[in-house]
């Protein structure tokens, strides 16, 4: 059974960054099967994707969000970080990471899914 | 962005209850829709995946259906541990989106 696990400041300066990590437990990150990803919602809205990276440290992000956000994976420690720069309250979300799955279908395409996710960290800016 | 609408945003049942939830994407993202639950305090988990594909471990009373741009999550026999919040996302087109949700709630 695959755990996730974040960390980081429940707390962030207006301009500054947002830092958080995900520990993975019970898998290795550098498995070629997997990407990792992180997933934001905002308090009383849906959840919005904001980037996924391979071991390899490949990373596939929302444009969106392209220009601010950083992701990372440290296979030594088995875990990847998000960096989100010069955060507003906008950014003010319960912040998930998540393992994200490819799989061959019956029908012979691929689809993807996240089957593990962390319980979250809320994260909330402000002075 | 492909835009997805869930409806209804809220809905309450009764336990033994049968309740569909449905999800439509602005254009046609053939299978490529998973379904998540989460219950408050607790970590998000995978239903349903390419539509109607039963996530290893949860239980055969959830089924989802649907393709194309209509899709829908249908709970039977509705169980205590059911009153959550449940999210549709597509995976045909990057950025990956979700609905903005429904919660299932105690009448």
């Not at chain 1, 437990?25 to 849906?46: A, E, L, T, V």
Request: charged share 15%.
């Amino acid at each position: 059974q695959v755990d996730l696990q974040e960390s980081g400041p429940g707390l962030v300066k207006p301009s500054e960054t947002l830092s958080l990590t995900c520990i993975v437990s019970g898998g290795s990150i550098s498995s070629s099967s997997f990407h990792w990803g992180w997933i934001r919602q905002p308090p009383g809205k849906g959840m919005e994707w904001i980037g996924s990276v391979y071991y390899s440290g490949t990373t596939y992000k929302n444009p969106s969000l392209q220009s601010r956000v950083s992701i990372l994976v440290d296979t030594s420690k088995n875990q990847f970080s998000l960096k989100l720069t010069s955060v507003t309250a906008a950014d003010t979300a319960m912040y998930y990471c998540a393992r994200l799955r490819d799989t061959l279908t019956a029908a012979g395409h691929y689809v993807r899914f996240f089957d593990f996710w962390g319980q979250g960290v809320l994260v909330t800016v402000s002075s | 962005d492909i835009q997805m609408t869930q409806s209804p945003s809220s809905l309450s049942a009764s336990i033994g209850d049968t309740v569909t939830i449905t999800c439509r994407a602005d254009r046609d993202i053939q299978n490529y829709v998973n379904w998540y639950q989460q219950r408050p305090g607790k970590a998000p988990r995978l239903l349903i995946f390419a539509a109607s594909n039963l996530h290893s471990g949860v239980p055969p009373r959830f089924t989802g259906g649907g393709s194309g741009t209509d899709f829908a999550l249908t709970i039977t026999n509705l169980q205590a541990e059911d009153f959550a919040t449940y999210s549709c996302q597509q995976t045909h087109s990057t950025p990956e989106t979700f609905g903005q949700g429904t919660t299932v709630g105690i009448k």
